[in-house]
């Protein structure tokens, strides 16, 4: 399995905002098109938000999930509110299962 570790800095005071637009509609949204969110926390001040999302066993399966995702309708009219919660900063590692 091939997966992204994210973690992304969350905008001060936004966390709740944040994991109800993740929950309620991000995660709905990848999972339609083939990514699975496996788990997701936040740090003890609540100040990054981390988790792992898969997406099969290839990198091809990556990159056709994620172009089918950004591409979706809904994340092109709602990105800039989706990204109004964070400041930015995120770390995206590519991880794979052994």
Same mark, same amino acid.
């Given at each position: 399995m091939? $997966?992204?570790?994210?973690?992304? *800095?969350?905008?001060s005071? *936004?966390?709740?905002?944040?994991?109800?637009?993740? &929950?309620?509609?991000?995660?709905?949204?990848? $999972? &339609?098109?083939?990514?699975?969110?496996?788990?997701?926390?936040?740090? %003890?001040?609540?100040?990054?938000?981390?988790?792992?999302?898969?997406?099969?066993?290839?990198?091809? %399966?990556? %990159? $056709? *999930? &994620?172009?089918?995702?950004?591409?979706?309708?809904?994340?092109?009219?709602?990105?800039?509110?989706?990204?109004?919660h964070?400041?930015?900063?995120? %770390?995206? *590692?590519?991880?794979?299962a052994?």
């Open positions: 091939i $997966a992204h570790l994210r973690t992304y *800095k969350v905008a005071g *936004k966390m709740d905002s944040w994991l109800n637009v993740f &929950e309620s509609k991000l995660i709905p949204l990848m $999972a &339609e098109h083939g990514i699975k969110v496996e788990s997701y926390w936040m740090n %003890e001040d609540a100040s990054e938000f981390i988790w792992i999302r898969s997406y099969g066993a290839t990198l091809v %399966e990556l %990159e $056709a *999930k &994620e172009a089918a995702f950004y591409g979706s309708e809904w994340w092109i009219a709602n990105v800039d509110y989706v990204r109004s964070l400041t930015g900063d995120r %770390e995206i *590692k590519l991880i794979h052994t």
